[in-house]
């Protein structure tokens, strides 16, 4: 199976970037559906990004479209998540998680394997 490890999260100002990377081990990033989720306290996990198999695909979250873009690099077999114009809204842990097939890729429940999460915190 699987095991992904996020990394790249910090503290950065409002307006700013960071990119976050989702490293794979046991299987190849393109053998799966990959999607970033992040959990804010006391909220319900959402779904950020998602990519397909083939790459071909992404789908966004209405409150990322525009700023966030998943992209994969098979050579390093990770999966990133390129986050600018960052907003305080944005402050949460960030998962990576991964899935055979995939029916509801804005479900977390349609995710088998996932990640530790890395914490972004952005500042005003």
């Known amino acids: 199976q699987v095991q992904l490890v996020e990394s790249g999260g910090s503290s950065v100002q409002a307006d700013g970037s960071l990119r976050l990377s989702c490293a794979a081990s046991g299987g190849t990033v393109n053998n799966y559906y990959m999607g970033w989720f992040r959990q804010a306290p006391g909220t319900e996990r959402e779904f950020v990004a998602g990519?397909?198999?083939?790459?071909?695909?992404?789908t966004y979250g209405d409150s990322v479209k525009g700023r966030f873009t998943i992209s994969r690099d098979l050579a390093k077999n990770t999966v990133d998540l390129q986050m600018n114009s960052l907003k305080p809204e944005d402050t949460a842990v960030y998962y990576c998680a991964a899935t055979s097939s995939v029916i509801n890729s804005y479900s977390q429940n349609s995710y088998r394997y996932w990640g530790r999460g890395t914490q972004v915190t952005v500042s005003s």
């Open positions: 990519l397909t198999k083939s790459g071909s695909s992404t």
